[in-house]
């Protein structure tokens, strides 16, 4: 059962503008959400979280936004990097129960 | 310290034979994870340790899966006579207990299976 969706499977932007990736969930019960980050043949990396008591969590050029009543979040990266280009997996958490959405490549173009 | 560290980071095997996987956590982690990534997937939960007590398994961790952390430090996952639907990347991750969901897993680089 896929309870952490990542409804596109990739995304390209300029470098400079902003990348938006989404994510939609079903369990209500979820009460972190965070963003993982995975460059080929490594981990993926921790890279932001939010909790569901809240809709709005920034750090530098990473903001992820959490809309409890659509059971939905995203990630705005601004400016988006060259650097940047990697999978993003979303991931909701509730009682160490983590679940992953199945990714979305970004790709950054200078 | 380097990390998570997954050994080995590649393993090709025979439909049959068992194979073992190692995890060496971050050593002031207590809690271990093991997670399963396919091809265009995102990683699956298997089963988590805290220390040396196995807390959680999914019900993906048949019964030619077993994993352990004897020690409360180093995790190994042994799978027994391997299928060709074992392929996959296995994950390992830890995290501090109360802090692994905020501030997130820390992943090794992973083991990557292929069962022919």
């Known amino acids: 059962d896929q309870q952490v969706k990542q409804n596109s499977p990739s995304l390209s932007v300029q470098e400079g503008r902003i990348s938006i990736l989404n994510c939609d969930y079903t369990n209500s019960m979820f009460d972190y959400f965070l963003w993982y980050k995975k460059y080929p043949a490594e981990g993926p990396t921790f890279l932001i979280s939010i909790s569901s008591i809240k809709d709005k969590n920034e750090d530098g050029r990473f903001t992820v936004f959490l809309n409890k009543s659509a059971k939905h979040l995203s990630l705005h990266i601004v400016p988006s990097q060259p650097g940047d280009s990697a999978v993003y997996f979303c991931?909701?958490?509730?009682?160490?129960?983590?679940?992953f959405g199945a990714g979305t490549r970004l790709t950054v173009k200078p | 310290d380097t990390g998570v560290s997954q050994d080995p980071r590649h393993k090709i095997t025979k439909r049959g034979q068992n194979v073992t996987f190692r995890c060496d956590p971050i050593s002031e982690h207590n809690r271990l994870y093991w997670y399963r990534q396919t091809l265009g997937q995102g990683p699956e939960f298997l089963t988590y340790f805290q220390n040396e007590a196995q807390l959680e398994k999914s019900r993906l961790l048949s019964d030619r899966f077993s994993a352990e952390r004897p020690k409360g430090s180093f995790s190994t996952l042994e799978i027994q006579r391997t299928e060709q639907g074992d392929s996959a990347m296995y994950l390992c991750?830890?995290?501090?207990?109360?802090?692994?969901?905020?501030?997130?897993?820390?992943f090794g680089s992973g083991t990557r299976l292929t069962v022919v």
């Open positions: 991931a909701a958490s509730a009682n160490n129960d983590m679940r």
């Open positions: 991750a830890s995290s501090e207990s109360g802090t692994g969901v905020n501030y997130g897993y820390t």
